[in-house]
């Protein structure tokens, strides 16, 4: 080894041990390292033998915090690399709409009102009261939201409430500044994805990764367009739970179930919706869709394999068809076992609480499979149901016309029961 390479060791140790003792106020450390100094003096003199201290052999144990510091330049760095590359993929949609031009006058409510000439000049009413009226229309920025692109020809995916307006028209702004109009090409019937189209070629495109294999812990990336004003804003965090069950409502009020999200700290803020969850190699595993408001890092996004088997059915139909089981049920955990004094604490008990319904649907796949009002599912082709894994999540899994086998408890016995899935009917789309 070359004094010069020997300098730069000394240099880079040297670095770290002032940086250790900083954090930990470590007197010792802090001794070593003026020790060092003085030994780099004769070595730099001309002694070409190693520092003593430095020839002491090191500990295996190794602290937990020096370990987690010596690995932050290089984790800085593999963010930094993923935004990079991912920016440029990811889009902001503006939404904009004709909205009515409101004009305030003033007008007299007596001014009809006929009064005897010889009454005139004791009882004249100048009332003026505030009324309000439509003076044609113009255009306003209404609402905004991000996507990104996962083809090179335009097709870019987002969520269903960020186009849901069919009255409205959306402008997708690319990281380079151009601006297109972009068409509605499909929004899931019961899920928060849609994709749109825009007249452009040659794109920058994201990677889709793999959600079926996620941990608590991952480190993850959001991209988006925060506020609906500043594009492209980076957050990042964990993987703070899996399968998660919320209700999410936008801003006129509307509100849908999600289920099987992924919970993150990473920040996602108002605007942010529609864009990418992105794992530490880039890949998107999740597409950012609700926020619990009045908490701080608490984010959901949709995983990113129900966008892909979207994708593709889109690509292979034309549409996306639900799986259909048709039964009303409710979870069991223990206190719904102990009020219908059920053996198991998990499935899905079929029970419906509405007296004139059916706990199963007529003419559905379940009823022709068999299945009856206190069945209890206990599995869905070995999977097991319970609160976080619902029969409705199992199911959406699934395709239309697979043969599916459910393990239920009936009468104290166990049965088999296999079911053709069927296609969910458009009256049921909006239950």
């Known amino acids: 080894m070359q004094k010069g390479d020997y300098q730069k060791l000394i240099f880079l140790f040297l670095i770290f041990l002032f940086i250790f003792s900083f954090f930990f106020n470590s007197n010792f450390i802090f001794s070593q390292a003026q020790d060092i100094l003085k030994e780099i003096s004769n070595f730099l003199k001309g002694n070409l033998s190693i520092p003593s201290s430095l020839n002491t052999p090191t500990p295996v144990t190794q602290n937990k915090t020096e370990f987690s510091l010596s ?48 009454l005139e ?17 113009e255009k306003h920025e209404v609402g905004g939201g991000t996507g990104f692109i996962v083809s090179p020809d335009g ?47 040659n794109l920058p495109t994201l990677p889709l990764g793999n959600s079926d294999n996620l941990q608590i812990g991952e480190f993850v990336i959001a991209i988006g367009n925060a506020l609906g004003e500043f594009q492209n804003t980076v957050s990042f965090g964990v993987i703070s739970g899996l399968k998660r069950n919320i209700v999410a409502s936008d801003a006129f009020g509307k509100t849908q179930r999600l289920e099987d999200l992924i919970q993150t700290d990473a920040a996602i803020n108002y605007g942010n919706s529609g864009g990418p969850l992105i794992n530490i190699y880039g890949e998107v595993i999740g ?22 088997r979207m994708i593709e059915e889109w690509k292979t139909k034309g549409k996306v068809e639900i799986p259909f089981l048709g039964i009303k049920y409710v979870l069991v955990d223990e206190k719904v076992k102990e009020r219908f004094n059920l ?3 998990y499935g899905a008990y079929v029970y419906t609480e509405i007296k004139s319904d059916k706990a199963v649907i007529p003419n559905s796949p379940a009823e022709r499979a068999g299945i009856k009002e206190g069945d209890l599912i206990l599995e869905i082709d070995g999977e097991k149901i319970n609160l976080q894994n619902t029969l409705a999540a199992a199911v959406r899994k699934k395709k239309v016309g697979d043969v599916v086998t459910l393990k239920i408890w009936r009468d104290g016995k166990i049965l088999e029961i296999k079911v053709t899935l069927g296609k969910l009917p458009e009256n049921l789309l909006s239950q």
């Open 155 to 201: 097709l870019i995916l987002t969520n269903k409430h960020v186009v849901d307006d069919d009255k409205a028209e959306y402008t997708v702004y690319l990281n380079d500044g151009r601006k297109f109009k972009a068409k509605i090409l499909l929004k899931h019937p019961v899920d928060d994805l849609a994709l749109i189209k825009i007249d452009a070629y």
């Open 343 to 345: 053996p198991y604490a």
């Open 287 to 308: 597409v950012n869709t609700a926020i619990v408001s009045g908490a701080q890092n608490i984010g959901f996004a949709i995983p990113i394999n129900r966008a892909k």
């Open 121 to 137: 000049p004791f009882f004249k009413f100048e009332f003026q009261v505030p009324k309000y009226r439509t003076k044609g229309y």
């Open 71 to 118: 690995l932050l330049p290089y984790l800085e760095k593999e963010i930094t690399g993923v935004v990079k590359k991912a920016s440029p993929a990811v889009v902001s949609i503006v939404v904009s709409k004709y909205v009515p031009i409101i004009e305030r006058y003033y007008s007299n409510p007596f001014e009809e009102f006929e009064l005897p000439p010889e």
